[in-house]
C-alpha cells in the first residue's frame, strides 16, 4: 500500500512536471484548484465528474490551442492512481476526441479499456495507434532515429498481449 501510495499522481504534478506552468491561464489556475479539491472530498460523485472534466479539457485547450496530446494524455494518471477506472476512461476518450489523429492519444485509450477489462476495444484502439504512427513515419518519411518507430513497436506489444488475453494467436508481429 504503501509503494502505491508514493505513486500517486495530483493535479499539481501536472506543473510540477512542467506541462503547464501556474499564471499562465488564471482560467485553468482555477480549474485544477476545483478539480483537486473535487478529488479530495470524502464522497466522490461520478455523476458530476464528467461535466468537471469536460469544462477542464475545453478551457485547457482554448487558453493553450497548441498543447501537445501527451500533455492531455498525462492527465488520466492522476485518475489511474486513484482506481478510478471508469473515470479514466471517459477522460481518455474525450482526449481521443478532441485530438482523433494522435496515436499516443489512441494508445492511451487501449490502456484505459484494457484496465477497464474491455480488451476487444483495447485491441482496436492498439491497432488505430499503429495505423496513425505508422502513417506519419511515411508521410514525413522519418528514419529509424525518429522516437515514433519506437512508440509504433510498442503498440504492436500492446496490441499482442490484448489479443493474447483474450486467447487470440496474437498477430500484431
Not at 461520478?46 to 469536460?54: A, G, I, L, T
Request: proline letters at 2%; glycine letters at 4%; one cysteine or more.
Amino acid at each position: 500500500m504503501e509503494d502505491k501510495m508514493k505513486t500517486i499522481y495530483t493535479l499539481e504534478s501536472f506543473y510540477d512536471q512542467g506541462h503547464l506552468k501556474k499564471g499562465k491561464s488564471e482560467k485553468v489556475d482555477r480549474l485544477i484548484v476545483g478539480l483537486k479539491e473535487y478529488f479530495h472530498k470524502e464522497t466522490f460523485k461520478h455523476d458530476s465528474f464528467s461535466r468537471k472534466w469536460q469544462d477542464f479539457l475545453f478551457v485547457l485547450i482554448h487558453e493553450f490551442p497548441n498543447i501537445s496530446d501527451y500533455n492531455l494524455s498525462v492527465l488520466e494518471t492522476t485518475l489511474l492512481s486513484r482506481g478510478l477506472t471508469s473515470e479514466r476512461l471517459l477522460l481518455c476518450r474525450y482526449i481521443v476526441e478532441l485530438t482523433p489523429q494522435s496515436n499516443e492519444s489512441w494508445c492511451f485509450l487501449g490502456h484505459a479499456y484494457r484496465g477497464a477489462r474491455d480488451l476487444q476495444r483495447a485491441v482496436e484502439c492498439y491497432k488505430k495507434a499503429y495505423e496513425l504512427a505508422t502513417e506519419r513515419i511515411k508521410q514525413k518519411n522519418l528514419g529509424p532515429n525518429f522516437p515514433i518507430h519506437l512508440d509504433a513497436s510498442d503498440y504492436l506489444r500492446y496490441l499482442a498481449e490484448a489479443e493474447s488475453e483474450l486467447g487470440y494467436d496474437a498477430d500484431a508481429f
